[in-house]
């Protein structure tokens, strides 16, 4: 347990749905993070909220649309998604931004694995 | 913008042989990391590396940051089946740098 929980860890959609991930910390911290990983692109970093606030969007595309209502509670909506958008997506979250505080580890979530079909 | 790249990609030794992976961004660094990710698992921090030239152990395991804060490595003593997984880098850029870049990871399997 690293104190970041997922939910679902497991999710099967078609294409025309519509469905969310979320990700809760119960560590304190003030940043989260969305990644992506995929046999081609390891651990691909998609938005970073700090303080609630976005401050990172890493050219994801609009089908993907995130939301943190709070500093322990980040989700991703996901709409009209591709096949190829099926991989792990992984939550994280760290104490502060990386160039803030250098022992500035992240805590990862177990990940949901999303198959679009 | 910054890049990261690790070698080897993939890695497979006899249990007791020792393993290295190196790590090299194309800008200097302020600090690394290095985290570990066993077969469906998530990552798992290991270390931080801050100075420039800096080494610290853990157990079996050193790790390295470069002189010029470029590269760093990541050297396995005496390798264990325990340590199969995919080992990962991620340097923050610079002076400005807000956000961690993972390198695509070495994966070591260990046959025993």
């Known amino acids: 347990e690293t104190g970041v929980t997922q939910t679902p860890r497991h999710l099967v959609m078609g294409m025309t749905n519509k469905k969310s991930l979320k990700c809760e910390q119960h560590l304190g911290h003030n940043a989260m993070y969305w990644y992506k990983q995929s046999a081609k692109k390891p651990l691909e970093l998609m938005f970073v909220?700090?303080?609630?606030?976005?401050?990172e969007n890493n050219s994801v595309p609009s089908r993907f649309s995130p939301e943190c209502p709070n500093s322990s509670h980040l989700f991703l909506h996901l709409h009209t998604l591709q096949p190829e958008d099926s991989a792990l997506y992984l939550c994280?979250?760290?104490?502060?931004?990386?160039?803030?505080?250098?022992?500035?580890?992240?805590?990862f979530g177990p990940g949901t694995r999303l198959t679009v079909l | 913008g910054q890049q990261v790249m690790q070698i080897p990609q993939y890695q497979h030794v006899q249990e007791g042989e020792d393993f290295t992976t190196y790590c090299n961004s194309s800008t200097t660094l302020s600090n690394i990391q290095w985290y570990k990710q066993r077969p469906g698992g998530h990552p798992v921090f290991l270390i931080q590396l801050v100075k420039s030239g800096e080494v610290k152990k853990q157990k079996r395991l050193t790790f390295q940051f470069g002189e010029a804060k470029k590269n760093s490595s990541l050297h396995i003593t005496a390798t264990q089946t325990t340590d199969v997984g995919t080992y990962f880098c991620?340097?923050?850029?610079?002076?400005?740098?807000?956000?961690?870049?993972f390198g695509p990871g070495t994966r070591l399997s260990v046959l025993p």
């Open positions: 909220y700090n303080f609630k606030e976005q401050t």
């Open positions: 991620a340097g923050v850029e610079g002076d400005y740098g807000q956000n961690f870049v």
């Open positions: 994280a979250s760290s104490q502060d931004l990386a160039g803030r505080n250098l022992n500035n580890e992240q805590f």
